[in-house]
């Protein structure tokens, strides 16, 4: 093994070994250090507090500036929940995390899947999204789950979300092999169900779908409509309410039953509403701090505009 090599598994074993012993915490004492990671990380470190806000503030222009401050605060102690809680998955049991994490209808997911056919669960980084594998545990044994995932920049890091994300039998897969993944799982007959977090911000210069979300113009990723209709899967929706701290109950609503029979964009324009729905019933569990809306429409369109006139002056030549 080279040098780098063995940095990285050194760093891996070290980094697995805190969140191992952090897991083995009881949930009252993870709270506890949450708490303390709250003050550490708004009042100390700041952490993406200036986008955080200008998150808030474009987002519900109606509401004063003392409103947006304490949905803020909310924002920070509900992200280090999720931290602790996050890490805590490497020890939680199969009962533990029935009780935390409930699914009322898990029943659309079987009946959908009942004839062969794939489900595409669309879903938004909202509650606690990495315990939303365990809907295995709700599923028929023969239907297989997974979860696509962006990889980390940080490869220790990566590694220790591998590990945390194949908890209750889930397949994470890489985003930019899930069409072929997906293909060859049809291919050998296994029923599938999986996770598309469809409400990141894509590339720049997409062939992509605008659309409004949360008062703001907003660029959508259409990877998982175009996938589900090349694939012919059916879509469903994930709303999750959070009841009390470490407790998430998640219900399920069909965006379609066949992803090949609906118009261009229709999919995605469903999965945005769905999940603004979620959002406007209680915003400090969104995740705020992710840079959503870096791209304006006017920018990439006059961009746009100026390559195609580019490529117009090349033609005429």
């Known amino acids: 093994m080279d040098d780098k090599g063995s940095k990285k598994g050194i760093g891996y074993s ?12 009881p949930f009252s004492v993870l709270y506890l250090l949450s708490d303390i990671l709250f003050f550490g990380a708004y009042h100390l470190v700041r952490y993406r507090r200036r986008l955080v806000r200008r998150n808030l503030e474009n987002a519900f222009p109606e509401k004063s500036q003392k409103q947006i401050v304490k949905l803020e605060k909310k924002f920070y102690h509900h992200l280090c929940d999720y931290f602790v809680e996050t890490l805590k998955t490497l020890r939680l049991s ?7 994490m409930k ?3 898990p029943e659309i997911i079987n009946r959908l899947t009942a004839d062969g056919k794939s489900c595409i669960l669309s879903l938004g980084h909202y509650g606690n999204w990495e315990w939303v ?37 889930s397949r994470p897969i890489e985003m930019r092999s899930v069409y072929r993944k997906m293909i060859k799982l049809q291919q050998a007959g296994e029923k599938m169900v999986v996770g598309f977090l469809a409400d990141q911000r894509p590339p720049r210069y997409p062939d ?29 929706y994930l709303d999750v309410t959070k ?19 609906e118009p261009e964009f229709v999919i995605m324009e469903r999965y945005i509403r769905k999940l603004e729905e979620t959002v406007l019933r209680e915003p400090a ?3 705020w701090s992710h840079n959503r809306w870096k791209f304006k429409r006017s920018v990439i369109s006059s961009q746009q505009s100026a390559v195609s006139n580019q490529q117009s002056a090349v033609s005429s030549q």
């Open 243 to 261: 009841v009390e701290r470490g407790h998430y109950v998640g219900r399920f609503f069909v965006i379609t039953p066949d992803a090949s029979l």
């Open 133 to 169: 594998p365990s809907i295995c545990l709700y599923l028929q044994p023969e239907v297989k789950q997974g979860l696509v995932y962006k990889e980390l920049h940080s490869k220790a890091f990566n590694s220790l979300f591998l590990k945390i994300r194949s908890r209750f039998n």
């Open 94 to 100: 199969d009962e533990e995390v029935r009780k935390r």
């Open 285 to 287: 569990y969104y995740l």
């Open 208 to 236: 992509q779908y605008w659309t409004t979300f949360l008062h703001q113009d907003t660029l959508v990723q259409t990877g998982m409509e175009k996938i589900a209709k090349l694939l012919k899967c059916a879509i469903v």
């Open 14 to 25: 070290l980094l697995y070994v805190v969140a191992y012993l952090h897991a083995m915490l």
């Open 103 to 105: 699914f009322e209808n």
